[in-house]
Each structure stands twice: as structure tokens, then as C-alpha cells.
């Protein structure tokens, strides 16, 4: 793991955009693996803000995101593709073909298979974001006695709807959600993880410092050949 700590959320927004462009420039049809939530948005603030400034194009990328909710029409605004749709989609020339999502209303076998198979036939993902939960999760699996594999339908701890039920002013948040699993998210060939304020500190300190475990789903990433841990002042505080 390399592990880089910053002043601001903006400076670690645009050390990941660089290196995402960057990818993006080398390969244009490279596949980028997504998270929603706070911690990726200064990154991809500064995306669009590179494509707007006519130094990249993400036409030919291919993404494909981590978890969506289940039980929530994909079109609902607390959606997950509603997000990305928002807060990147929409906003850059990412051709919506080559899109890849979680349908959280499909039965879970069936698109668990498939969305294995759409990121292999993609060639696999080259760089993922990700995001930390206060748990230890990544996407969103939450800890546990043992580490997943391919995409699953997960029941989300009370932590996790704690966190995120603040988004959720119209109906209750969803108790379930289909997720990557740890197995695909460890197969990107890079990933980057973005932690940032207080509230993350003791699940970075985990992620770094303690041992591997599913208790602290991060904690894998300690086996990753190429991982790079983005963190605040406030998330690193612990180390
Ligand atoms: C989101 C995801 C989650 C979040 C995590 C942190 O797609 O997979 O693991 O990355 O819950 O959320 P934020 O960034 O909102 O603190």
C-alpha cells in the first residue's frame, strides 16, 4: 500500500484525477471501476473539469460501478446510477453504453453472473475508486466472517444505514444492496482509495495497521500489489 495524506479534500480530488486522466490518455478504452458517496466527488469535480478544459475524452471508457441499492426504481434520485448520472455522467462525453451498473432489483445469481462476465469481456478494470465505510467496508461489503468473491446481495449493517440514511428525506432507506465483491474489487489492476474527516480515522488505522481481515473488509487491500490510500489529516490521524 502507498499511502499519500493531504491538507484538502481538493488536492486529493485532483492527485486521483491525474492519475485517472492520465490512464485515460494512455488507453481511451480503458475501464474504470466507481464509487458513489462523498469521498469521490472532488474527484470527479476535477474529470469534468479536464474534459471541460478539452485535456481529456472519456468516450470510449467503460465503467462499472460498485453496489446499488436494492428495492429502488434506478431512476429514483437517492439511485446510485441517479448519482453517477449527476455527478459525472451527465457532465462529461461518457457514451452511457458503456455504463455497466448493479440492478439491485435482479435476482442475485443471475446478476452476479453477469456483471462478472461484463467486466471480463470489458478486459477487466484497470483502476477502481473506492471509498471507506466507519466500519472497514469497501463498497458494500460490510464486515464480516469471510471475504466475498463476485458481486452479492448484502444486508447492510446499522452502521452503514446510520451513515447514509441522511440522504433519504421522501421513504426509508434500503436495508439491501447488491455489491461487487471483495474477489472483483481485488482483480482491478489498480485501485485508489479515498478517506477523508475524523469519522474514518479508526477504519483507516484498521485498513493499514491491523491485521487482514473480513472484520475489516479494507484490510484486504493489504494484499494488493498496487494499492494507493488518499487520506485527509483528519482520516490519517491515527497512523
Ligand atoms: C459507494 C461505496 C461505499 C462508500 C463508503 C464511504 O459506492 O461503495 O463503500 O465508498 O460508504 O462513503 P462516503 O464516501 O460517502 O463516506
Known sequence: MEIRVFRTDAEIGKTAADIICGCVREKPSCVLGLATGASPLPTYREMIAEYEAGRVSFKDVRTFNLDEYCDLPRDHKNSYYSFMVENLFSKTDIDMANVGFLDGNAPEKEESERYAAAIKAAGGIDIQILGIGRNGHIAFNEPSD??????????????????????????????YAMTMGIGSIMRAGKIILIA?????????????????????????????????????EAAAALL
Not at 155 to 174: Q, V
Not at 201 to 221: F, N
Open 146 to 175: 469471510e471475504f466475498t468473491d463476485e458481486a452479492w446481495k448484502v444486508k447492510l449493517s446499522d452502521s452503514t444505514i446510520e451513515a447514509n440514511s441522511i440522504y433519504f428525506d421522501d421513504i426509508p432507506m434500503p436495508r
Open 196 to 232: 477523508t474527516g475524523a469519522s474514518k480515522a479508526q477504519a483507516v488505522k484498521d485498513m493499514i495497521k491491523g491485521e487482514v481481515t473480513p472484520h475489516c473488509p479494507a484490510s484486504v487491500l493489504q494484499r494488493h500489489a498496487d494499492a494507493l490510500i488518499l487520506l485527509d
